[in-house]
Every structure is written in structure tokens, then in C-alpha cells.
């Protein structure tokens, strides 16, 4: 059974950055078959992805965040991590990571963490 | 980048009524386009993907159908469990996006 898992500061001050990581369980990160994502959820708003890297560590990210944000791989932990910089109390929302399959045709999100609760405060 | 634009935002129906969702991409995005349902509180789960494919474990009262721009999530005799957001997203090219959510809700 494939898990998620986020874990993380649940608060962090305005301009500093948010790291986050997503440990999997019941699948290798490094099997060349996923690409492993992190989709945002202010409360009571909708979902945004924000980006996703493939085991060999290419990454894909959401233009409206690209320049603050940086996804990495550890195979060795099988964990995925974001980091977000400069952020503002706009960037406080639930941060899931999710799983799709890396094949042409394919995006969807079958598998998804519980999601971490991060507020930007002082 | 392709807009996903959802409708209605919000709906209430009687149990048993036949439910429609619409999702409308700026551009085609051939059938590249699952559909989540999220209760309240909870993790989306994923419920069609390439348009109109059931995931494993979903009821067979949901079905979806559509294909370029128009895309259309319907539930042919909504239960009470379906009290949920449900979202659209495209998956054709990155930047993947989804649609803002369609509240539904029992009369």
C-alpha cells in the first residue's frame, strides 16, 4: 500500500522559508515510473499545483510560483522536498504531496499524503 | 497557460437526482482531465482520469464524459455521501491546473 506522508513547520514568519518534506512509503521514488508532486490548498480554496520532479530530479514548476520555489529528491530517504521562499501570509495553506505515473497519457493523482497545515505568521 | 473553468460553483440536489458538473479548458486538451471529489475536511481522491475512466473502487454512479475543451462529471443518483468539492484538473502539459470546485450539496 502506497504512503504519503508530509511533515514540516506548521508556522513560519513572513519572508523566511517554508521546507517541507514527503516521505513515501510502498513505492521507490527511484523507480523511474512517478513523478512525485506538491499541490497547495488555502482554507476554504481550491487546489494549486505548485510543481513536480521525476526520479532523476528534472522538475516541473507552476509559473506563478517558479521563482520561489525548489522541489528535490533524496532517493536514499525516499522523500521528496519543497521548499518555498519569500513567503507571505498568502502561502498559508495545506501543502499535500501526491503521486502520478510518469507515462504519456498520464497526470492524474492516485495517490496523495494528509496534508500539512503551514501559516505564515509572525 | 489553459484555464479549467468549472460550473456551477455550488448546487444542491435531492437525493436520488441525477447531478452534472461542467469543466471548460481555454484550449483542447484532448481527454487529459481527472476528476477529484474532496468531503469536507478530507483528502481529494481521485474518482475519473483520461475523461471518462473509473477509478478502481469508485461507485459506477459516477461516470464522466468529454473530450478537447467540454468536459462533464455526472452522478446518475446522488447519495448522501457525495456531500463534497468536486475539481477538474488538466494534465495535458505543465503547467497542470485544476478548476476552482463545485460545491455540492443535499436539499
Known amino acids: 500500500q502506497v504512503q504519503l506522508q508530509e511533515s514540516g513547520p506548521g508556522l513560519v514568519k513572513p519572508s523566511q522559508t517554508l521546507s517541507l518534506t514527503c516521505t513515501i512509503s510502498g513505492a521507490f521514488i527511484n523507480s523511474n515510473n512517478y513523478y512525485w508532486s506538491w499541490i497547495r490548498q488555502p482554507a476554504g480554496k481550491g487546489l494549486e499545483w505548485i510543481g513536480r520532479?521525476?526520479?532523476?530530479?528534472?522538475?516541473d514548476y507552476n509559473p506563478s510560483l517558479n521563482s520561489r520555489v525548489t522541489i528535490s529528491v533524496d532517493t536514499s530517504e525516499n522523500q521528496i522536498s519543497l521548499k518555498l521562499n519569500s513567503v507571505t501570509a498568502a502561502d498559508t495553506a495545506v501543502y499535500y504531496c501526491?503521486?502520478?505515473?510518469?507515462?504519456?497519457?498520464?497526470?492524474?493523482?492516485?495517490?496523495w499524503g494528509q496534508g500539512t497545515l503551514v501559516t505564515v505568521s509572525s | 497557460d489553459i484555464q479549467m473553468t468549472q460550473s456551477p460553483s455550488s448546487l444542491s440536489a435531492s437525493v436520488g437526482d441525477r447531478v452534472t458538473i461542467t469543466c471548460r479548458a481555454s484550449q483542447g486538451i484532448s481527454n487529459y482531465l481527472a476528476w477529484y471529489q474532496q468531503k469536507p475536511g478530507k483528502v481529494p481522491n481521485l474518482l475519473i482520469y483520461a475523461a471518462s475512466t473509473l477509478h478502481p473502487g469508485v461507485p459506477s454512479r459516477f461516470s464522466g464524459s468529454g473530450s478537447g475543451t467540454d468536459f462533464t462529471l455526472t452522478i446518475s443518483s446522488l447519495q448522501p455521501e457525495d456531500v463534497a468539492t468536486y475539481y477538474c484538473?488538466?494534465?495535458?502539459?505543465?503547467?497542470?491546473?485544476f478548476g476552482q470546485g463545485t460545491k455540492v450539496e443535499i436539499k
Open positions: 520532479i521525476y526520479s532523476s530530479g528534472s522538475t
Open positions: 484538473q488538466k494534465y495535458n502539459t505543465v503547467p497542470w491546473t
Open positions: 501526491a503521486r502520478s505515473i510518469a507515462m504519456s497519457g498520464k497526470g492524474e493523482f492516485d495517490y
